[in-house]
């Protein structure tokens, strides 16, 4: 298979995968209506660091094959995030945080320093929303309704997005990123299912 050929599957897979990325989060919490072991605060991260990853590889005109998935991502991470401040019965709440998104993604593109010191801590705020999750596990040592499919299929669009950008931009800040959160999703996953055999042995 040629670079090419190669570069095209790892970018459409990872477009695929991340386009029902989220689903399997979402079926287990409409199913069981119980927001058990997902962190908020791991979400709200995540959001924010995706909001800044798209906005930085816009404004730096990038191949738009390279970050496609990110705006799919935002979408099904705000109907997550919809659905926990349901079950949570937090739903106004979910107006503030709508607001300061917005009001976010308009100072970011003011100035290209601000872009640039965003993405620089970007990995920073990706690493702490994933740390956040799994603090949230070690802290209920329960899995609950925490999808090991949707952090497994993240795992895999990292470890494809950390060859794409090898083979487009080479830009050092975000493969650093994808390595690190490569990393950190599978460590998720791990635990996931870790908690999860440990559950059913228990049963």
Known sequence: ????????????????????????????LISSKSTKGISVKSLLLELTGFIVFILYQMYYDYPPA????????????????????YYNGNLKQSLLYAGLFVGGWHLLTLQKWIIDVAMSLC??????????????????????????????????????RIFTTVMTTGDAQVLV???????LNG?????????RRSGKKMD
């Open 1 to 28: 298979m040629g670079a090419d050929m190669m570069l095209n599957f790892a970018n459409f897979s990872t477009l695929f995968v991340c386009m029902v990325l989220k689903f399997p989060q979402i079926i287990m």
């Open 66 to 85: 390279t970050y496609l998935e990110y705006p799919i991502l935002i979408a099904q991470d705000v109907i997550l995030l919809l659905i926990i401040f």
């Open 123 to 160: 990995t920073f705020i990706s690493a702490a929303s994933k740390i956040a999750q799994l603090q949230c596990l070690w802290v209920s040592r329960d899995s609950g309704q925490v999808s090991a499919l949707t952090w497994g299929l993240a795992t895999y669009t990292c470890l494809t």
């Open 177 to 183: 990123r994808f390595i690190v959160m490569a990393g």
């Open 187 to 195: 460590w998720v996953t791990g635990t996931v299912l870790y908690y």
